[in-house]
């Protein structure tokens, strides 16, 4: 898979973690955005805009702010949530 298309599946996956963490659902950002093929987006089916990809973040209350990897902060333990969730840290996954 091409690194951007990675990038771009993380960053979805952590908005679906905001929403979800925040009750918030497809309804409503479809409402808030008339976005209406929002679960194309979420299901990496179709890739957003920049101007959708910046409308959901604005919806579901998305604040942008750069930090070090190795950082301990909720917001990077936020985003480690939702990697695990895509199955991409292994050594949270099932041994054989």
């Known amino acids: ?3 951007s298309l990675k990038h771009q599946r993380a960053l979805i996956a952590l ?5 979800k963490e925040n009750n918030i659902s497809f309804q409503m950002i479809e409402k808030e955005t008339c976005i ?3 679960i194309d987006i979420f299901e990496n089916r179709k890739t957003p ?3 959708q990809f910046l409308q ?3 919806c579901i209350g998305v604040s942008f702010f750069f930090e070090s990897k190795n950082s ?7 985003f480690e949530r939702a990697m695990t ?3 991409r840290r292994e050594d949270n996954l099932t041994k054989n």
């Open 85 to 87: 969730a895509m199955g």
């Open 36 to 38: 209406y093929d929002l």
């Open 56 to 58: 959901i973040c604005n």
């Open 15 to 19: 908005l679906l973690q905001i929403a």
């Open 1 to 3: 898979m091409e690194p």
């Open 72 to 78: 301990t902060s909720i917001n990077n333990d936020t």
């Open 49 to 51: 805009t920049l101007l």
